[in-house]
């Protein structure tokens, strides 16, 4: 006698039309772009031109660098912006990230990042686990939420697609990249060095963070900031905007002392007179 198939409660009883459509037009899909990169080949001449001009744009430059904190040091790198956009020039490249399974009763989402270059068949691609959980300041904490689901999965999804990226790419265009970026940055759009550090105090006042606290990080007072200076603040405000770090952590407050909230006065020690003239060198032995 025949026993029933039992199907998993986490596996879908049939596929929808939409579902089934999608997946033909996928499969042609990848075949047309197969097609069109051998009989269109990428003019690498160009790519790096107009590498080049995206790299000079102060909004591209802005969005091109990362930063977080972890274990107590600071990482930094390119962003997934800057990969998307070296992506696009250099042509004949397909990426993308794809939720394979979502498992509410474990709470977890299977994904999968994966960039590849059709024209020479150089593709890279990381499967990984995404729990469905967030960590705050008093503990991790479950999501229940589709939207925060969603946007858990989006952003760890995005570190995996800027590797994938960048490891289809060629290093020197990577670099090249980097490199005019940073020099946009501190150029900071053709605006004198002085203006640019009054409208960066301003900026950061604007959340709380005082110029004191940035002399401090920089150990130099604001009228010898550098442009190097300037280009890294403005990753650093870039990155408090989307949440990767916080204003502490980046410009810690300045401690302030007991005796000082009192307003007590620190004991200075009192200097030793000088010796009179004509005292012994007791340091010499005596004469004979």
Not at 77 to 105: F, I, T
Not at 107 to 112: A, D, I, L, R
Not at 150 to 171: C, D, S, W
């Amino acid at each position: 006698m025949n026993q029933p198939v039992q199907i998993p409660s986490n596996t879908p009883a049939r596929i929808g039309q939409g579902t089934a459509v999608e997946q033909s037009r996928a499969a042609a899909e990848v075949q047309a772009a197969v097609v069109v990169a051998q009989q269109c080949p990428r003019n690498i001449q160009s790519a790096v031109a107009e590498m080049r001009e995206s790299c000079k744009q102060q909004g591209l430059a802005e969005r091109a660098f990362f930063r977080y904190s972890r274990g107590g040091s600071t990482v930094t790198g390119a962003s997934v912006h800057l990969a998307r956009e070296l992506a696009r020039v250099w042509g004949n490249v397909q990426y993308g990230l794809v939720e394979m399974r979502r498992d509410d009763d474990y709470g977890q989402s299977e994904m999968q990042a994966f960039a590849w270059d059709v024209q020479t068949n150089s593709r890279n691609s990381s499967t990984f686990i995404v729990p469905h959980r967030r960590d705050t300041k008093n503990g991790s904490k479950q999501l229940t939420d589709m939207r925060d689901i969603y946007e858990t999965n989006a952003n760890n999804g995005a570190r995996r697609v800027r590797e994938a990226i960048f490891a289809i790419l060629p290093p020197w265009f990577v670099e090249e990249a980097k490199d005019l970026c940073n020099q946009t940055l501190r150029n900071g759009g053709g605006k004198p060095l002085n203006i640019r550090v009054a409208d960066a105090i301003k900026v950061f006042e604007g959340i709380g963070v005082t110029v004191d606290r940035i002399e401090a990080r920089f150990e130099r007072e604001s009228g010898k900031w550098t442009e190097h200076d300037v280009a890294q603040l403005l990753v650093i405000f870039k990155s408090i905007q989307r949440g990767e770090v916080t204003a502490e952590d980046e410009f810690p407050p300045q401690r302030v002392s007991a005796d000082e909230l009192a307003g007590v006065q620190p004991k200075v020690k009192a200097a030793t007179p000088p010796e009179p003239a004509g005292w012994p060198d007791v340091t010499q032995p005596p004469a004979a």
